[in-house]
């Protein structure tokens, strides 16, 4: 299994950006059952959960991205997406895709978020 993270990039404060994550060569019904996230990794700071979704759909936030993100997963593409807005220079940093499936953790390479003017 190969989570490829996409979409990072340099954005002003205030700017919007949309990560996306394929999990390659994980089979359909493995993928439904999986839980999605996105971590990120400030500089110099520890990896922390950004959000999650379940296999039912269902989000949960880090307090301080509530109302500017939002987590969706697209089953049918094995996608799980983040859609940021509002941007501020403290949510710069690595931006992870995780899987947890049947027991097991998979994690993506980070796409780098930079919120700066």
């Not at 987590?71 to 947890?100: E, F």
Request: charged share 15%; proline share 5%; aromatic share 10%.
């Amino acid at each position: 299994v190969q989570l490829q993270a996409s979409g990072g990039g340099l954005v002003q404060p205030g700017g919007s950006l949309r990560l996306s994550c394929h999990a390659q060569r994980m089979i359909l019904s493995t993928y439904q059952m999986a839980r999605m996230a996105w971590y990120r990794q400030p500089p110099g700071e520890p990896r922390e959960l950004v959000a999650e979704i379940s296999s039912s759909g269902q989000p949960t936030y880090q307090d301080s991205v509530k109302g500017r993100f939002t987590i969706s997963r697209d089953n049918g593409k094995r996608r799980v997406y983040l859609q940021m807005a509002s941007l501020m220079p403290d949510d710069t940093g690595d931006y992870y895709c995780y899987a947890n499936v049947y027991g097991q953790d998979y994690w993506g390479q980070g796409t780098q978020v930079t919120v700066s003017s």
